[in-house]
């Protein structure tokens, strides 16, 4: 039969999946091998993708990147230590009678929430991953807007504080996702639980899931840590809705398993923080996990084959 | 012959240009008479408007309003003394065989610079005018975004500070129009000459002008002003571009009289705080003045004609 291949390349991992008449029928992962400047990740992807199409005919390949996406060129991407890659060409080089489509994975999961997961009711919304750190991606009318240099959505690092307080992954400061990220809860509860009555001095290594069980069974340091998170996070929240204006806000990622405790109190700050008339946005959660980009660059592939 | 009325209604005044072909033969103002909850203005506009089309046919009327717009409903307009209104209904109640196009003004003005003025060359744009407020509009694809609730682009109100330093308008505190406004220049200005040498001292009445003049002339505490309005407005900017990603900021409205003096400061600091893969961002000077509001709104009667 005839299969589609989403393929969603991570700095950790590569997951494929194979999808056949829009169903995925079988799904698999591999570490992502980024030794040697990465050269050896897409050989790898190939061989993973001849495997699983097996008997059947493999007549689309999408894949995201983790990394700025022009008209299928990757224009670098730090976590594969890729420079400049024609991904597109070196994909349709192997597989020359295949449609591909290559996607910066935020904007990939973005697609995915919107056909099969938390976006699915709305013409204009927001996709945000809360992980390890902060990713989006935009949706007007329902179409993934990619930005003139495919980084539409970097709301991770929206600029929350003044005075150079912490300094992010990306070389600036005071970025969003140093403070409402797993990694950025996590600083917060380190600097806040000094001196203080906490169970969080109980705890060797903190996670962000440690924080937000304590504040739910009523730590107050721990509560004060998600208050904070919950500020910056709503504030970079009021900076996309004053800018693009959309209906809802699908949020996603490891943190958002904190669910509607987390949810319920960034959607009431966030209507203090927006001006007035971009003040009416549902918040959502994301549905598709860890599978979004699989889904949005299998998507991506049936939309152009149409 | 066949004329398109396009209607700027602003707080203080309100233009009618009239054109003929895309052409404008004719353009008046009358002030905006916001007594009585501003029950007056939109007949005000009918008389004037039947008069300027005397002997030629009004075919279209596109208008621009200061507030939120949803299909032709007036959502609200502080400016105006207005409350929810279907503005397109009641344009078409009284010209029933006219086309009528109601849209934000600053988007209005966002589509007269895109087709006439200084987005010409631009697929995805943000337009910013900055004068006694801050508003803008964005353009997608060569399409106007308006957003859920028709407030796409309201980029004043971008917060650039913390701790409630300054209290907007809108009821909010640290709005971007706070610091990079004319008010906003200012207030800064007075706030920073407080004890300093400076000919800042010499004036009774500060205007962001004065402010520009003598940070040109080397003055230290005006350029100390300037800066500190860069700093705020590339914020504010870094914020938009780290969402939308745009291919040039296209800047209007009377503090952009400065010219290259504050632009070249703008995409200096702006290119230090933006992500680095949406930087790359053309800076341009608006080209149509107070008039980009009547091009707009007749731009967009004309395209609902076709």
């Given amino acids: ?8 390349v991570g700095g950790t991992d590569i997951k494929v999946g194979k999808f056949i008449d829009g169903k995925l029928v079988e799904k698999r992962k591999i570490p992502t091998n980024r030794a040697d400047n990465g050269v050896y990740i897409l050989n790898e992807i190939f061989n993973l993708v001849d495997q699983m199409s097996s008997n059947d005919e493999m007549i689309g390949l999408g894949i995201g990147i983790p990394g700025p996406v022009v008209n299928g060129v990757v224009l ?8 400049r890659m024609d991904v597109k060409q070196i994909i ?12 910066n994975d935020a904007n990939a999961a973005t ?3 919107m056909v099969f997961g938390g976006g699915r009711a709305y013409n204009d919304f927001v ?3 809360i992980g390890t750190g902060i990713g989006g991606g935009i949706i ?11 980084s539409c959505g970097e709301v991770g690092h929206l600029r929350v504080e003044v005075g150079n307080k912490r300094k992010c992954t990306c070389g600036l400061y005071d970025c969003v996702e140093q403070y409402a990220s797993a990694t950025g809860i996590v600083k917060t509860a380190i600097e806040l639980r000094v001196g203080r009555q906490t169970k969080l001095q109980d705890l060797r290594v903190i996670t962000s899931k440690d924080v937000f069980d304590l504040a739910k069974q009523g730590d107050d340091v721990a509560n004060e840590v998600v208050d904070h998170m919950v500020e910056k996070f709503s504030t970079a929240l009021s900076q996309i809705a ?10 996603g990622g490891g943190v958002s ?14 209507r203090q923080l927006a001006f007035f008339s971009v003040r009416d946005v549902v918040f959502e959660l994301a549905k598709l996990g860890n599978d979004a980009g699989i889904y949005g660059n299998m998507y991506q592939v049936t939309q152009e084959i149409k």
Same sequence: chains 1, 2.
């Avoid at 039969?1 to 969603?8: A, E, H, L, N």
């Avoid at 007007?140 to 495919?150: A, D, H, P, W, Y």
């Avoid at 004053?242 to 949020?251: H, K, L, M």
Wanted: one cysteine or more; a positive charge; charged letters at 20%.
């Fill in 127 to 129: 996709f945000i991953t």
């Fill in 76 to 83: 670098g991407a730090q976590n594969l230590r890729w420079k």
């Fill in 140 to 150: 007007i009318n329902r179409k993934l807007v990619e930005g003139s240099t495919g």
């Fill in 1 to 8: 039969m005839k299969c589609i291949m989403g393929v969603d």
């Fill in 92 to 103: 349709l080089n192997r597989y020359p009678n295949i449609v591909c489509t290559v996607l």
């Fill in 257 to 270: 398993h904190a669910g509607n405790f987390l949810i319920e109190r960034l959607a009431d700050r966030f």
């Fill in 111 to 113: 697609l995915g929430e």
């Fill in 242 to 251: 004053n800018t693009i204006n959309p209906q809802a806000f699908v949020i």
